[in-house]
């Protein structure tokens, strides 16, 4: 199915959370490269919510896509291990592009912006589920399933400017103090309240 799903498109908004403290020092900050996660171990969960989309002749328009995720500064390579959950308001050839378009098996933006693509990661699975978002800036929050639950509050109070990969350094966006981080997904499962967050928004395609 890969080749049908090209050319494609996606954008929309974003928002992540995770258990480092605010600013996330894995981020590009005033254009300085990121380093080590707070704690040595990155835990958290990812969000985008399309506003318009195509992969082909399919619309994507509206669908939603969550990760949790989690990797290790020290573990060689630094693998990403992660759960994609796609929204189950889409049918099966939606749901299968999403996958494949976030997994990076049909290139793009993914192989430049998203690091569980660029490397060896461990991709626990995709499963497709209920997933509610609600990109509201500075009070955002979202839920997959019974498996993810993260809510933001208000903007960090730092003149910094700040940058993140995975929407792109050439996208500007803000951190967050994240309010709560739920996964129960094994091996997955932690919760953790008062770290920090990012939101802005997205703009990938094949090209």
Not at 44 to 72: N, P, T
Not at 118 to 140: F, Q, Y
Request: hydrophobic fraction near 35%.
């Amino acid at each position: 199915m890969g080749h049908e799903l090209i050319p494609w498109a996606i954008s929309g908004t974003y928002l992540e959370a995770c258990n480092c403290e605010v600013i996330c020092p894995c981020r590009r900050i005033d254009g300085k490269p990121g380093g080590r996660s707070t704690y040595g171990e990155c835990a958290g969960a990812l969000s985008w919510k399309i506003e318009s989309g195509r992969a082909g002749e399919l619309d994507l328009s509206s669908l939603q896509v969550v990760m949790a995720v989690r990797y290790s500064d020290d573990e060689p390579g630094s693998p990403w291990t992660h759960w994609i959950y796609v929204d189950e308001r889409g049918d099966e050839r939606q749901r299968d592009s999403l996958a494949q378009i976030w997994t990076g098996s049909v290139g793009g933006a993914p192989m430049e912006q998203f690091p569980w693509a660029l490397k060896e990661s461990n991709l626990l699975g995709v499963r497709a589920v209920a997933i509610d978002i609600d990109h509201t800036p500075g009070r955002g929050w979202f839920r997959a399933g019974g498996q993810v639950s993260v809510r933001v509050r208000a903007a960090v109070d730092d003149p910094a400017t700040v940058t993140c990969i995975i929407p792109g350094h050439h996208r500007s966006g803000r951190e967050v103090h994240a309010d709560l981080i739920h996964i129960a997904d094994e091996p997955l499962d932690f919760e953790l309240t008062d770290r920090c967050g990012y939101e802005t928004t997205f703009d990938y395609s094949s090209d």
